[in-house]
């Protein structure tokens, strides 16, 4: 490496490993409330009350699903690896490896 420069080498694999292991935790993640929501969704209870209709219901259910997916892959894959490539290009500038 030239002497002066600060390179950071990228895999682009490890990357997309991390995307889709954290992508697929997230799913098994989302998928749990979305099952059980739908599983104990009752329309008979004790107190009357307007029921939700099934677009509604279907458009807060793939929110829950997308929204887990997307938490788990931001937190569990992308900000873990920002801080690990952050933490190797300080280190590598404060002692000069460059």
């Known amino acids: 490496m030239p002497t002066g420069s600060i390179t950071l080498v990228f895999d682009k694999t490890q990357f997309r490993q991390t995307l889709i292991s954290t992508g697929a935790i997230g799913a098994l993640f989302g998928s749990l409330p979305v099952l059980a929501l739908l599983a104990f969704r009752n329309d ?38 920002a801080l690990h490539y952050a933490f190797v290009w300080t280190m590598r500038r404060w002692t000069g490896r460059d």
């Open 44 to 81: 008979y209870g004790h107190a009357p009350r307007a029921t939700r209709s099934l677009f509604a219901l279907g458009l807060d259910l793939c929110l829950l699903f997308f929204g887990s997916v997307t938490f788990c892959i931001f937190f569990f894959g992308v900000l873990p690896m």
